[in-house]
């Protein structure tokens, strides 16, 4: 039994990164489907999931107030950043589309300078720019049609650093995560349902249970990442968030047999190194 909220905190971050890991297998594994189809049916699960959590708690609430306005701009965000991350993972290596993933939480801090009117020191700047730094190495641009897809994954990085703003915001309202889970993935929903009703492709048997795989390992990720968070502040164990590019590139290995290259992983160093630098740094100051 683990008693202290800390590990526990690190050790929901691992669950959550591991989930994570398999809903970008699954989304790609799904095949050359449309995109909006793919996040349809993701955000589809996730909503049922909720649903069910929130009912079974008895935590059905209405936004209030500002909450609307936070809760509307993670939707919009959310959305926007998985289309952007489906794409990313459809079209390259998996490995390389989570690590741009990742540059949410540096992101985070940006955004949070508005949100949250949180100000952030040198040193804390100096590890976004150090991550951004990073992420060119994975991205390797080229400025050409090849170089759409890393594009894609570096936007939806930063539409989920404002959309992990405004979660920590709503949280810090007294707003329930399974809510927040909710009300994103049934707006999600609603917006992508038109297109996906005009462009729908039709799925083998194997991509619905691809599909549906994703949306059940998203719930997953999602609950445990906001089970992490109430138990230990995000500078002291976001930087485990980073095992979510292990997971990655070994299921990506064994499944695939794609290895990212040197670039890449030197990208991968740079960026987690940021990560470290960064909680060292809020640790440090803490104490």
Not at 5 to 11: C, H, N, Q
Not at 63 to 84: D, M
Not at 185 to 199: E, G, Q, Y
Request: charged content about 10%; aromatic content about 16%; overall charge positive.
């Amino acid at each position: 039994m683990i008693k202290n909220d800390k590990t526990k905190g690190i050790v929901y971050i691992i669950v959550s990164a591991f989930f994570f890991a398999l809903m970008g297998l699954f989304v790609k594994l799904s095949g050359d489907l449309p995109t909006i189809q793919k996040s349809f049916f993701r955000n589809a699960v996730a909503m049922i999931f909720a649903f069910m959590v929130i009912t079974k708690n008895h935590q059905w609430e209405l936004p209030k107030g500002r909450n609307i306005s936070y809760l509307l701009i993670r939707a919009v965000a959310g959305t926007g950043g998985i289309l952007c991350n489906f794409y990313a993972l459809s079209n390259m290596n998996l490995a390389d589309a989570s690590m741009l993933n990742k540059l949410s939480p540096f992101f985070a801090v940006i955004f949070s300078l508005f949100i949250l009117k949180e100000k952030a020191n040198f040193k804390q700047i100096f590890a976004v720019a150090l991550a951004f730094t990073g992420a060119l190495f994975v991205m390797k641009p080229t400025f050409s049609f090849e170089g759409i897809p890393a594009f894609m994954g570096f936007l939806g990085g930063m539409a989920a650093g404002l959309a992990y703003a405004c979660v920590r915001k709503l949280t810090q309202n007294g707003f329930k995560g399974s809510l927040v889970i909710f009300y994103f993935s049934a707006f999600s929903c609603i917006v992508t349902l038109p297109w996906l009703i005009l462009d729908f492709t039709p799925m083998s048997p194997e991509q619905w249970i691809f599909l549906i795989l994703a949306g059940l390992s998203a719930s997953g990720g999602q609950f445990f990442i906001t089970a992490a968070y109430s138990k230990a502040p995000a500078k002291e164990i976001s930087v485990y968030d980073y095992s979510q590019i292990i997971f990655t590139t070994l299921l990506s290995l064994v499944v695939f047999g794609d290895l990212p290259d040197l670039l890449s992983f030197i990208g991968y160093a740079i960026i987690i190194s940021a990560a470290v630098f960064n909680a060292w740094n809020s640790l440090r100051k803490k104490n």
